[in-house]
């Protein structure tokens, strides 16, 4: 939820939490009325008389509270997520500062959740790495800061804040999911790797979405990333166990696709013929993915890997189609990172 903030009464100094105070509309200072809130977002207002819409990102609003010491009314501009005039603690700007109280901690997190939604992930970094350093070791504030590291490309630094998050919460599915992904980005963007190597960062990769999954059993996401990568390891008989066992876990269509897409082609280079749980959803036009659901790069590397192997012609070619099958239910191109060729 939005942190509770507070001012001063302009004339007799008394503290009013925002809670006691109702937003103005500052074009026609009628009383706002809340469209949303939000966990973790922006506040948004629309204006019930001249139809103005607010939001706490873009524009500031006037707040207006009867002070409980004085009665008179305490107006006060709302700007950048928080009062303006908000008397924000002198440790939040103060660099050298070791440790943050309890409001401060509040105030930088949620100025961070707020940062990362908008993807001004700079900003949500700069907050991140003051929680980090200067109050007790969070796992969910590494987390998020590796989150906004990895989509900034610092997948290094991602790794490292993912895997200190980890020690301090074993038990969060979702961080080892996180490590998993960034390490199966980094691998794609890798240049002329050795096989051996690759094969040893996927293992890592593998572990990471086991453990995921260990966590979270119902995860489409993990349980996809592990047939996708038990193909990548060559290892057939594993992505036919998996595309197996993940059956009852993937509920939405856009991953029953996906699903049957990865199925389909590790039957296809096992030898084995395809049933018509696989072939249904492949053939089904009507499911459309968007081309941020689902990077194919690593599939992508998996055919060229195949073509320099020598690999079985007939069932590469087999795979191929099934492959553009899938292609096809794309409306725009998918994403394609640079493929790393061992």
Known sequence: ???????????????????????????????????????????????????????????????????????RIARHDFHDKVPASTVLPQTIKNVGHTSLSTQEIQYLAQRAESYAGSHTYERALECYDQ???????????????????????????????????????????????????????????????????????????????KASVERIPTSEEGWLAILETDMLLHEWDDAISTYGACKPYIASQSYQLVRAWLGSLALTFAGDELDDECKKPLSDMITRMKNTEWCVSEVDSLFIELGNENFDALRLDKAKAIHQKFLDHFDEPPIRYHIGKG
Request: hydrophobic letters at 30%.
């Open 1 to 71: 939820m939005p942190i509770e903030v507070s001012y001063d009464c302009p004339h007799c100094g008394h503290r009013i939490f925002l809670s006691e105070a109702k937003p103005c509309c500052k074009v026609c200072e009628k009383q706002l009325v809340e469209k949303s809130r939000l966990i973790n977002r922006e506040w948004n207002f629309v204006c019930p008389v001249c139809k103005k819409g607010y939001s706490g990102h873009e524009d500031h609003i006037y707040w207006l509270a009867t002070c409980r010491e004085c009665g």
């Open 131 to 209: 929680l980090i350093q200067k109050s007790a070791p969070h796992p969910y504030h590494l987390k998020r800061r590796g989150f906004c590291h990895r989509l900034l490309g610092n997948l290094e630094k991602a790794i490292d804040d993912f895997t200190k998050a980890i020690q301090l919460d074993p038990d969060d599915g979702t961080t080892y999911w996180e490590r998993g992904a960034t390490r199966a980005q980094k691998l794609s963007l890798e240049m002329k790797i050795p096989r051996a190597r690759k094969r040893e960062m996927l293992a890592q990769i593998l572990i990471d979405y």
